[in-house]
């Protein structure tokens, strides 16, 4: 056969659970976070290490949190366009996330450990 028709009522019923569970997991992120949430990618100085909540998971939640929610924004949209920018956004992200740990390591001495124990992001 040919390509497989996605019907529009089931690619937007994903997209807003996408859009869902990525603003609920960039809350949960910031709260778990608590003072230690800042704009910037240095911690704060005199911060803690954040290894609870959703940081067992994966070092960068909230930078997950966005993507996936900004890709199910992107699916409602949809468009090539939609999904560029998307894919763009997911290039800042990494970038931006590959400097934060140069900073988290060296801010917090057990940030390698922790670092060799959760995933990327």
Do not use: C, I, N, Q
Request: overall charge positive; glycine content about 18%; proline content about 7%.
């Amino acid at each position: 056969g040919g390509p497989v028709a996605l019907d529009g009522r089931a690619v937007d019923a994903v997209a807003v659970v996408a859009m869902v569970a990525g603003v609920a997991l960039v809350l949960w992120s910031a709260v778990a976070l608590g003072r230690g949430l800042t704009p910037l990618p240095a911690p704060r100085p005199g911060g803690v290490l954040v290894t609870h909540g959703p940081y067992r998971l994966t070092r960068h939640p909230m930078y997950v949190g966005v993507l996936v929610g900004a890709a199910g924004v992107a699916a409602f949209r949809g468009g090539v366009g939609s999904l560029a920018l998307v894919g763009g956004l997911a290039v800042v992200v990494a970038v931006k996330a590959r400097h934060e740990e140069g900073l988290l390591r060296r801010a917090y001495p057990g940030y390698e450990r922790y670092a060799g124990r959760s995933k990327g992001g």
